[in-house]
């Protein structure tokens, strides 16, 4: 079992920035992949991030890179979205994920945290 918790979403101005963290709770968390994925209402879940088992490996969706940085902490359980200059587009429900692989699919992902709320102002 993997309970994971996201936190760190607010309103923000467009342009702001923003820190979103999920903190997991479980076995063998470095050795999972771990995922953002975002949604808006009538939209379908995109994905937004993954970082690999060792924190090395990264892939962001295209409207996100070079904004958007993943990291984490596996002393501390915790995946961190790091998002810089916000645009209004970017406002959505987040949610962290935990995978058995790196991967863009949330097919690969069996664990999902509740979401945390991000709303961009214009």
């Known amino acids: 079992q993997v309970q994971l918790v996201e936190s760190g979403g607010r309103l923000v101005q467009a342009g702001g920035s923003l820190r979103l963290s999920c903190a997991a709770s479980?076995?063998?968390?470095?050795?999972?992949?771990m995922g953002w994925f975002r949604q808006v209402p009538g939209k379908e879940r995109e994905f937004v991030a993954v970082?690999?088992?060792?924190?090395?490996?990264?892939e962001y969706a295209d409207p996100v890179k070079g904004r958007f940085t993943i990291s984490r902490d596996n002393a501390k359980n915790t995946v961190y979205l790091q998002m810089n200059s916000l645009r209004p587009e970017d406002t959505a429900v987040y949610y962290c994920a935990a995978g058995w692989a790196p991967a863009r699919m949330q097919s690969h992902y069996d664990y999902w945290g509740q979401g945390t709320q991000v709303t961009v102002s214009s």
């Open positions: 970082i690999g088992w060792g924190g090395t490996n990264t």
């Open positions: 479980g076995r063998n968390f470095s050795n999972r992949a």
